[in-house]
């Protein structure tokens, strides 16, 4: 497939920069006294109609933008690329499931925390997305969605404020009136950031990429997360789960000769055994340049069968979107460089 080539950037304008349209509250819509038959719903299309196009660009609120770029041959998934005003790109993919659409969202313009076996880390964190930018995503992949996801490119609660203030924009009943319960926060786990997420009043839900039951492998697989210890990851995702009476997923990501042992398999019992968790087995989406290999099925049925037998709910999860690339970061990485569009 061809390059992708973005707009160039714009020109870089002294002073502050425009207040993007999907960054209002409902209350700071209601103080600039929209236009009769305006509505703060109306903001969240992706076909704005001329009349609330016109009165936002009065205001000097920044409209948005989208460029699709690949479809999956199945049908089931479809990849989008996002221009940003300044340049940059980041990607979200719409999954088709049995019972509606899921919008798996970026948060950060690449990523902190080098993943060894994820592509978005690869070029490193450039900035934070603007809470208008993470909705934005949400508004242009369609009114199908019924789930949101916080796993594209980025780390989620190293942008906590935007991230949380984009789960309160989505859910306004005046707005979106998006359900929290359909909205699941990825992250890998910032101790802190995790201490924060327990005392809110949301109730979506969590998933940990845990991927390790040692510190050592844990620090091997995720470099950017080793000041984190292993367990009070664990113990701050349980004590969330605790306070919203609600379980907390970890995700175990099975790779061969790396964290695939019949001690990591005890390990995980002796970890989630009578807690409020499940544990979804993951099998590896293959990323350009990096030397992993996926894990057969005999394995990922004995860590299921060991897991099960232990009482702990599990479930096998398959990757969906190879043939788009659709590892977090994939495409980015690969027609971008991870660079600014203009930088090429």
Same mark, same amino acid.
């Given at each position: 497939?061809?390059?992708?080539?973005?707009?160039?950037?714009?020109?870089?304008?002294?002073?502050?920069?425009?207040?993007?349209?999907?960054?209002?509250?409902?209350?700071?819509?209601?103080?600039?006294?929209?236009?009769? #038959? !305006? *509505?703060?719903?109306?903001? /969240?299309? &992706?076909?704005?109609?001329?009349?609330?196009? @016109?009165?936002? =660009?009065?205001?000097?609120?920044?409209?948005?933008?989208?460029?699709?770029?690949?479809?999956?041959?199945?049908?089931?998934?479809?990849?989008?690329?996002?221009?940003?005003?300044?340049?940059?790109?980041?990607?979200?993919?719409?999954?088709?499931?049995?019972?509606?659409?899921?919008?798996?969202?970026?948060?950060?313009? #690449? !990523? *902190?925390?080098?993943?060894? /076996?994820? &592509?978005?880390?690869?070029?490193?964190?450039? @900035?934070?997305? =603007?809470?208008?930018?993470?909705?934005?995503?949400?508004?242009?992949?369609?009114?199908?969605?019924?789930?949101?996801?916080?796993?594209?490119?980025?780390?989620?609660?190293?942008?906590?404020?935007?991230?949380?203030?984009?789960?309160?924009?989505?859910?306004?009943?005046?707005?979106?009136?998006?359900?929290?319960?359909?909205?699941?926060?990825?992250?890998?786990?910032?101790?802190?950031?995790?201490?924060?997420?327990?005392?809110?009043?949301?109730?979506?839900?969590?998933?940990?990429?845990?991927?390790?039951?040692?510190?050592?492998?844990?620090?091997?697989?995720?470099?950017?997360?080793?000041?984190?210890?292993?367990?009070?990851?664990?113990?701050?995702?349980?004590?969330?789960?605790?306070?919203?009476?609600?379980?907390?997923?970890?995700?175990?990501?099975?790779?061969?000769?790396?964290?695939?042992?019949?001690?990591?398999?005890?390990?995980?019992?002796?970890?989630?055994?009578?807690?409020?968790?499940?544990?979804?087995?993951?099998?590896?989406?293959?990323?350009?340049?990096?030397?992993?290999?996926?894990?057969?099925?005999?394995?990922?049925?004995?860590?299921?069968?060991?897991?099960?037998?232990?009482?702990?709910?599990?479930?096998?999860?398959?990757?969906?979107?190879?043939?788009?690339?659709?590892?977090?970061?994939?495409?980015?990485?690969?027609?971008?460089?991870?660079?600014?569009?203009?930088?090429?």
């Amino acid at each position: 497939m061809p390059s992708v080539m973005l707009p160039p950037a714009r020109p870089v304008v002294r002073g502050a920069p425009p207040k993007a349209l999907l960054g209002l509250s409902a209350a700071a819509f209601d103080a600039l006294r929209p236009p009769p #038959g !305006c *509505a703060y719903r109306d903001l /969240f299309s &992706a076909r704005l109609r001329p009349d609330v196009a @016109r009165w936002a =660009t009065g205001h000097g609120l920044a409209l948005h933008a989208l460029k699709q770029l690949q479809r999956s041959r199945g049908g089931r998934s479809e990849k989008f690329l996002f221009g940003l005003g300044d340049g940059y790109a980041v990607e979200s993919v719409l999954i088709r499931r049995r019972d509606g659409f899921t919008a798996c969202v970026s948060s950060q313009v #690449g !990523c *902190a925390f080098s993943c060894r /076996f994820c &592509a978005s880390g690869q070029a490193g964190l450039k @900035r934070n997305l =603007t809470a208008a930018e993470i909705v934005e995503q949400v508004v242009h992949l369609g009114p199908r969605v019924n789930r949101i996801v916080f796993m594209g490119i980025g780390e989620p609660l190293n942008n906590y404020d935007n991230v949380l203030g984009a789960i309160r924009l989505l859910r306004d009943r005046r707005g979106l009136g998006f359900p929290t319960t359909g909205i699941t926060l990825s992250t890998i786990g910032i101790p802190k950031a995790l201490r924060r997420l327990r005392e809110e009043h949301l109730g979506i839900n969590l998933t940990i990429s845990l991927h390790a039951t040692t510190q050592a492998v844990r620090d091997r697989l995720i470099p950017g997360a080793a000041r984190h210890d292993i367990g009070e990851v664990v113990t701050r995702a349980l004590s969330w789960a605790d306070r919203h009476r609600r379980k907390v997923t970890f995700v175990y990501l099975v790779l061969p000769g790396v964290n695939d042992s019949v001690a990591d398999a005890q390990r995980l019992v002796s970890m989630f055994a009578d807690k409020p968790a499940r544990i979804n087995l993951m099998r590896w989406n293959p990323v350009d340049a990096i030397k992993l290999r996926r894990t057969e099925d005999r394995m990922l049925s004995f860590f299921r069968h060991r897991l099960d037998r232990a009482g702990i709910p599990v479930v096998v999860r398959d990757t969906q979107g190879s043939d788009i690339d659709a590892a977090c970061g994939q495409l980015w990485l690969r027609d971008l460089g991870g660079n600014r569009a203009s930088d090429r």
